[in-house]
């Protein structure tokens, strides 16, 4: 089965600051990954996914990703947040029939 | 209009009580899950159904029954609700299996369980 890992669980960090928020997938062949966010009270919005292709995955909001398949890994980044991307950053794999979830980063974002 | 939705938002109820949540989504897909999300946050897939046929049930308790009607509906019935069952409960579908070729799965905005 696909398992998922997010390190550092909080993160806080002043606006204009960059952001990288990493993820690890254990093996399971073909590797479909996402990354989604939760804003405060509200539910799951898709920001990127990789399948094929370039790894390096463009997002809405400025945010990308880049698939190193021999790292296992799938980090999410941005350059310069804002106080709105505060919110809960939670990293995905499919595997085995489903799509598994890290425990997910808590990013705060200090004005 | 709401992609998936579902009802209620917040419920608050006693414990042994049986209680329902209902999902619909309107994006034509052929596939939707329920997904619990506990206080920690921790996202935790339940069931999966593919055109109403049940094709994912992780160890959930036997208290918790989903159905689906039709495609565009599953809901989720719980028995005897135990404290321990208070979560965030998410409702999502997708054109297919969830991740098979980067197919994205599209959530509701979630229903707010509390057993007191």
């Known amino acids: 089965a696909q398992s998922v890992s997010q390190h550092n669980h909080h993160v806080i960090l002043s606006e204009a600051a960059s952001l990288e928020l990493g993820c690890n997938y254990s093996?399971?062949?073909?590797?479909?990954l996402f990354w989604y966010v939760q804003y405060p009270g509200q539910h799951l919005q898709l920001l990127l996914k990789?399948?094929?292709?370039?790894?390096l995955v463009k997002g809405i909001k400025g945010f990308e990703a880049e698939f190193i398949k021999s790292k296992f890994s799938f980090n999410l980044r941005k350059p310069s947040v804002q106080w709105s991307d505060t919110a809960e950053y939670f990293c995905?794999?499919?595997?085995?029939?489903?799509?598994?979830f890290g425990k997910g980063n808590q990013v705060v974002v200090i004005p | 209009d709401t992609a998936v939705s579902q009802t209620p938002k917040y419920l608050v109820t006693q414990m042994g009580n049986d209680k329902s949540i209902k999902c619909e989504q309107n994006?034509?897909?052929?596939?939707m899950y329920w997904y619990k999300q506990d206080s920690k946050k921790f996202l935790k897939i339940m069931f999966s159904?593919?055109?109403?046929?049940?094709?994912i049930n992780e160890t959930v308790p036997n208290r918790f029954s989903p159905k689906s009607p039709d495609k565009a509906h599953l809901n989720l019935h719980i028995n005897s609700l135990e404290l321990g069952d208070s979560a965030v409960y998410f409702c999502?579908?997708?054109?297919?299996?969830?991740?098979?070729?980067?197919?994205?799965?599209?959530f509701g905005e979630g229903s707010w369980l509390t057993v007191v």
């Open positions: 999502a579908s997708s054109q297919a299996p969830g991740g098979v070729m980067g197919n994205t799965i599209y």
């Open positions: 093996y399971g062949g073909t590797v479909n």
């Open positions: 990789y399948f094929s292709g370039d790894p």
């Open positions: 995905a794999a499919y595997g085995n029939n489903r799509l598994a």
């Open positions: 994006l034509g897909h052929d596939t």
């Open positions: 159904y593919n055109n109403k046929e049940l094709i």
